[in-house]
């Protein structure tokens, strides 16, 4: 079952997001925040799996609240899943760069949030839909200096493998588009994430548009 905590100033809004979650046959709801301080203190208390994470919130913000939380040893086994209407090139990447694990607008459809959830909560952090990756390169167009330093131990395959998850695949879809198992495609991406001293997915993608190499 995954454990999930929703964080949004609205009531109506936690509401919606209660039922929808609720309503999956493998999700529940165990507890529900109404700012960011409250969102720190219940991921500490509850160890959700996932916490959907809204922007603004009064005091502490949702991406403030995000790196509490992923800098908070008690909550290191919670992921946070921004959800916002605010989906600007600053706020994604800042929430990224907190340690989110993925970004969504809030009007994404109710199918691909549940399943959102499902990929956060599996540990393949989400970087869809495609748009959200087009904001990530355009808050990027500066590559970091240091980028190329941190790819230098990769091999050449490693390095198709970084291009293919920061273009949004998935660990089955590099293994179709290589023709190699889900199991191989899996363990190329342990291997770049422990070479590159990356926490998750995100952190990759984010590596991989500062070296310019996607």
Not at 60 to 70: L, P, S
């Amino acid at each position: 079952m995954i454990r999930v905590l929703l964080a949004d100033d609205q009531t109506l809004v936690r509401g919606a997001f209660a039922l929808l979650v609720g309503s999956a046959d493998d999700m529940e709801v165990v507890g529900e925040a109404g700012t960011g301080d409250e969102a720190v203190t219940l991921t500490r208390d509850l160890g959700p799996d996932v916490v959907l994470m809204d922007i603004r919130m009064p005091g502490t913000d949702g991406i403030e609240a995000t790196r509490q939380i992923v800098a908070d040893e008690a909550s290191r086994g919670s992921k946070v899943l921004i959800l916002t209407t605010f989906e600007t090139d600053t706020n994604v990447l800042r929430g990224l760069r907190a340690g989110a694990c993925g970004f969504l607008p809030k009007d994404t459809r109710p199918d691909v949030l549940l399943d959102a959830i499902r990929t956060v909560a599996a540990g393949e952090s989400l970087l869809s839909p495609g748009a959200t990756r087009a904001v990530i390169a355009r808050a990027l167009s500066r590559p970091d200096v240091a980028a190329p330093e941190r790819l230098a131990s990769l091999t050449e395959r490693e390095r198709e493998v970084l291009r293919l998850v920061a273009a949004g695949l998935s660990n089955q879809e590099i293994a179709d588009e290589l023709v190699v198992s889900p199991l191989t495609a899996k363990t190329h991406v342990a291997r770049i994430l422990a070479k590159m001293g990356a926490r998750d997915r995100v952190q990759l993608v984010i590596a991989a548009y500062e070296a310019g190499l996607a």
